[in-house]
């Protein structure tokens, strides 16, 4: 299976932005990175009016749209509790990643890396990293962490632990 590592943070940290900066920083290294993103809210990734969207409204349990660019696969899950993480990582082409980011379901038991942002509105003393913290990225000095202590601001620095990481993992 390939390696799962979350980005675990207090809402407004900063998750999706470092995201955005280390998946190319990460594809420079040669790593195929792929994404599972939890979100809380009701989402769409189809839009009204379309073919499928209409299709997919009319009742089918799973709708696949494909084109030469991409291939997207949505399936309706209305009875179901929070989605199984590790189901989801089995649904992606392992052929084609190196690791699966995480962003959100923080309190699955996967590596993961902490974020912390003094802008946050909470005080670092509130960190409690559990056995699957690999480190700690901050935009301050932290003490009392027996973590590495990566910079927040770096995302290159963050972006080396994780080739680091991944190479201890094979």
């Known amino acids: 299976m390939v390696p799962l590592l979350g980005i675990a943070a207090w809402s407004g940290t900063g998750k999706t932005t470092l995201l955005k900066t280390l998946i190319p920083l990460l594809r420079e290294r040669g790593i195929r990175p792929g994404l599972i ?5 009701d989402m769409d990734v189809d839009t009204p009016g379309k073919d499928s ?8 349990a799973q709708t696949l749209v494909a084109s030469t660019k991409r291939w997207a696969l949505m399936t309706e899950t209305p009875d179901e509790k929070d989605p199984d ?9 392992s052929t084609q990643l190196d690791v699966i980011l995480v ?5 699955d038991a996967i590596a993961k890396i902490i974020l912390f ?5 909470r005080e670092a003393t509130e ?11 901050s935009d301050i000095p932290l003490s009392g962490i027996d973590l590495p202590v990566l910079n927040l601001n770096d995302p290159a620095q963050i972006a080396a632990f994780i080739a680091g990481w991944l190479a201890g993992q094979g």
Request: charged residues 30%; positive net charge.
């Open 117 to 121: 942002r003094k802008a946050s509105g």
């Open 127 to 137: 960190l409690k990293p559990d056995r699957h913290v690999i480190a700690v990225a």
């Open 85 to 93: 993480l590790y189901y989801l990582a089995s649904r992606m082409d």
């Open 53 to 60: 969207y209409e299709l997919r409204k009319a009742g089918a």
């Open 37 to 41: 993103k939890h979100t809380h809210h």
């Open 103 to 107: 962003e959100g379901f923080k309190h």
